[in-house]
């Protein structure tokens, strides 16, 4: 018995670091590409190759001389702020319908809500393209925006859907019993129980509209991206610039991400704990 019992912890324990060797395996994989980036952004090499010239920061001096990759900077900093807080809006409005009202045909809406991420990027720019030149709209910031409105607030909803879903539904008849109206509910229950999902989903929601650069290509028109900007050093030639580039837009997004993922894991948990006391 005592045996069988050591043949089963070790082989629970050869499991286990067969599991953590392949997420290993899988985050080396996802990110060697981007550390050589990383690493030849400071090569003084023009080309990358190994093995590797001197240190050196003169690619982003380049970079930071660069009037058109500033002006990129900032047609990105700006469209994915207005892009973060219009979806992270619309994303809470849609999942709270979800939430609080049953209606015939919830899953046909819930399925055109969340549709659009799964839209190739290269249709769902050609059809932005077309419809907002219709209205003469495309070829300015407020193409970009509207286009990853549409892409983004999907994520948003999904976010704080999926945290709505784990507050106890009978918060909201209680506090109505007790006298709040609607939007004394709203602001008082609904609100901060979501608001690790809502800032969770701002930061997903503006890392999505930074990357993103099909969609923006299509409709952007001369106010560019930083990422569509990336795709024009691209064309016809090799800059070490992309490098470093390309390390800063990693790092900027990242941090949102992990920013999202400790309001969602951290913060969400403790906000938990004190509703369930009170229950």
């Given at each position: 018995?005592?045996?069988?019992?050591?043949?089963?912890?070790?082989?629970?324990?050869?499991?286990?670091?067969?599991?953590?060797?392949?997420?290993?395996?899988?985050?080396?994989?996802?990110?060697?590409?981007?550390?050589?980036?990383?690493?030849?952004?400071?090569?003084?090499?023009?080309?990358?190759?190994?093995?590797?010239?001197?240190?050196?920061?003169?690619?982003?001096?380049?970079?930071?001389?660069?009037?058109?990759?500033?002006?990129?900077?900032?047609?990105?900093?700006?469209?994915?702020?207005?892009?973060?807080?219009?979806?992270?809006?619309?994303?809470?409005?849609?999942?709270?319908?979800?939430?609080?009202?049953?209606?015939?045909?919830?899953?046909?809406?819930?399925?055109?809500?969340?549709?659009?991420?799964?839209?190739?990027?290269?249709i769902l720019g050609l059809a932005m393209l077309a419809y907002l030149s219709r209205i003469n709209l495309s070829g300015n910031a407020l193409s970009v925006i509207i286009a990853h409105v549409v892409v983004c607030a999907p994520f948003a909803m999904a976010i704080i859907r999926l945290r709505l879903s784990q507050m106890d539904p009978a918060l909201e008849p209680a506090a109505w019993n007790l006298g709040a109206s609607e939007w004394k509910t709203m602001r008082h229950v609904i609100v901060p129980f979501t608001k690790p999902a809502i800032l969770g989903a701002l930061f997903i929601t503006m890392a999505v509209s930074f990357d993103e650069f099909a969609v923006a290509w299509f409709v952007s028109g001369l106010n560019e991206t930083l990422p569509v900007k990336v795709l024009g050093f691209l064309q016809g030639q090799v800059s070490p610039r992309i490098n470093a580039i390309g390390t800063f837009v990693f790092v900027l997004s990242m941090t949102l991400v992990i920013l999202a993922q400790l309001l969602l894991s951290g913060k969400g948990a403790n906000d938990r704990a004190p509703a369930d006391d009170k229950e």
């Open positions: 018995m005592s045996g069988s019992g050591a043949e089963s912890i070790n082989r629970s324990r050869g499991v286990d670091w067969a599991l953590k060797g392949y997420i290993l395996l899988a985050y080396l994989f996802v990110f060697a590409p981007i550390a050589a980036s990383f690493v030849f952004s400071f090569n003084s090499d023009r080309f990358p190759s190994i093995p590797l010239g001197s240190f050196s920061l003169e690619w982003y001096e380049a970079v930071a001389a660069d009037p058109l990759v500033w002006q990129g900077l900032r047609n990105t900093l700006v469209v994915g702020v207005v892009v973060g807080v219009i979806s992270t809006l619309l994303g809470f409005g849609a999942a709270y319908t979800d939430y609080r009202y049953k209606f015939a045909g919830k899953q046909v809406y819930l399925a055109l809500a969340l549709l659009p991420p799964t839209i190739p990027v290269i």
